[in-house]
């Protein structure tokens, strides 16, 4: 089972805002998917992948994000970087989204929504 732990500043723990690449790589290995995997799932080649998660492709196409997500069986929100994201982080590593963010309200508002 995935373990994955979600603080109240994510940003700064990694220096920088949390870019497309960057959800995009926590939820594929989450799953435990390799980038080539997902480029056939969804039509493209591992490059595309693999330019996206190092940033080299820092705006991907709609299209593209949207065959991504459904290859990896998520919103394309959570890619995108909404509240989305982390309700499937949580899905993935099989726990309550309270569990996440403990006393945050943020995180209580997630688990009652």
């Known amino acids: 089972m995935a373990e994955f732990r979600y603080g109240s500043s994510v940003e700064n723990r990694m220096r ?28 493209y080649r591992q490059s595309t992948v693999s330019a996206i998660e190092a940033g080299d492709s820092p705006s991907p196409r709609d299209s593209t ?3 991504i997500a459904g290859a990896l069986g998520i919103d394309v929100e959570a890619l995108r970087g909404d509240v989305t994201f982390v309700r499937e982080m949580a899905r993935i ?18 688990a009652q929504s």
Do not use: C, E, W, Y
Request: hydrophobic share 50%.
């Open 16 to 43: 920088g805002p949390v870019t497309i690449g960057m959800r995009l790589r926590l939820l594929r290995t989450a799953l435990d998917l390799s980038q080539r995997d997902i480029a056939k799932a969804a039509g």
């Open 93 to 110: 590593a099989g726990v309550d989204v309270r569990a996440l963010g403990g006393d945050d309200p943020a995180f209580i508002f997630l």
């Open 65 to 67: 994000l949207r065959a």
